[in-house]
């Protein structure tokens, strides 16, 4: 008897359960399962094996989904979300439903969703002055998008023009430089060594290059260890000049022009993106590094790599050319302050090994 109670209550929670709770649980599968419907419908295409006529009818086709999202936000975003996560056939969908994404939700998670995308989708499908300015832009805000940049590496031959920058590309140096430039030293580092250790990583050179200008104690242990193999004629001279004659500046003589207080002021603006300030510097004082190696000091240094790190971030043809221009004063700064330093070590030997006489 006490069974056949317990059963009728068990099923009576069943039916109240399945009767008041999953209403809307089964509103939201209908309305996923729809959405699905029209994801398959629209994706599951290659752009670069279309023609213009259907890429065309494609591209009207993904404004279709796009506005339906945005006109049903609400609905269809946790449905947009477990799309990009579940679907790992089709990288082309995963990266513009990322976009779609970022455009309507700024979070941690939606962004780490479109580092994913941008890290597997085939970048034969996509313009490559779109995707590059996203993902630096993530490495900046302190995101490891290392592996979007191993998806650039092993591409071969990309390079992208900028309208604005008139013939200057943006090849494959220049990217890698951008992508894992544009990332915290913390993360680029480990992330180029692993790809130095694989002797036949298409990259691998190009990993040597810019370790060399990454100017920081813990690439210069690995500079020291590399291994020459595989690196061409160019890039062994190369690691060669940096370990035994490193490119320094030389401090300017006598008052600076640029004081160590405007720089910081400067260099802070420039990472809250406000780069104002620290360009009227250049363009009043050209050769204003000069006065950054003279007045800059070692606690400085994490700002002086931050502002580097903002130029390399902008993803344009000069930010090669912005990027070396702050490894020269970060080089010379560790030149300083390492001289100093000996100097300060030796001072201190002769000290103590002064003889002591007893009176």
């Not at 990309?158 to 430089?177: F, M, S």
């Not at 070692?298 to 390399?312: C, G, N």
Request: proline fraction near 6%; aromatic fraction near 10%; glycine fraction near 4%.
């Amino acid at each position: 008897m006490l069974h056949s109670q317990i059963k009728i209550k068990i099923g009576f929670i069943l039916l109240l359960t399945l009767f008041l709770c999953p209403r809307s649980s089964f509103s939201q599968n209908e309305t996923c399962g729809e959405f699905l419907k029209l994801i398959e419908k629209t994706y599951n295409f290659k752009p670069s094996k279309l023609t213009s006529e259907q890429k065309t009818a494609k591209s009207a086709e993904m404004d279709a989904v796009w506005e339906k999202v945005k006109a049903e936000k609400d609905s269809l975003l946790p449905c947009l979300r477990a799309a990009i996560r579940s679907n790992e056939t089709d990288n082309f969908f995963k990266f513009d439903a990322s976009n779609l994404l970022i455009s309507l939700d700024q979070s941690d998670e939606a962004k780490k969703l479109l580092i994913d995308a941008y890290a597997k989708v085939d970048l034969a499908d996509v313009h490559l002055g779109y995707w590059m300015p996203y993902i630096s832009l993530l490495g900046f805000e302190g995101f490891d998008t290392s592996a979007a940049g191993e998806n650039w590496l092993k591409f071969p031959d990309p390079e992208y023009y900028l309208p604005q920058h008139g013939g200057l590309p943006v090849n494959k140096e220049i990217g890698a430089l951008i992508l894992y430039g544009s990332m915290d030293e913390k993360i680029a580092t480990p992330a180029l060594v692993r790809i130095i250790s694989q002797e036949n990583h298409p990259g691998r050179e190009i990993a040597v290059l810019l370790l060399m200008q990454q100017a920081t104690p813990e690439s210069f242990k690995v500079l020291k260890n590399i291994s020459p193999k595989n690196l061409s004629e160019s890039a062994r001279r190369k690691l060669g000049d940096r370990l035994e004659r490193p490119e320094v500046i030389l401090p300017r003589e006598g008052p600076p022009k640029i004081t160590r207080e405007q720089y910081l002021e400067a260099f802070r603006q420039l990472v809250g993106g406000k780069p104002q300030t620290f360009l009227k510097l250049t363009a009043e004082i050209p050769d204003g590094e000069k006065d950054a190696a003279a007045v800059l000091k070692p606690e400085d240094i994490p700002l002086v790599r931050k502002a580097r790190r903002y130029f390399a971030a902008i993803a344009n043809p000069h930010s090669a050319e912005w990027y070396k221009s702050f490894t020269d004063i970060l080089m010379s700064l560790a030149n300083k302050y390492e001289d100093q330093e000996k100097k300060e070590q030796l001072n201190q030997e002769k000290v103590e090994n002064q003889p002591t006489y007893n009176y």
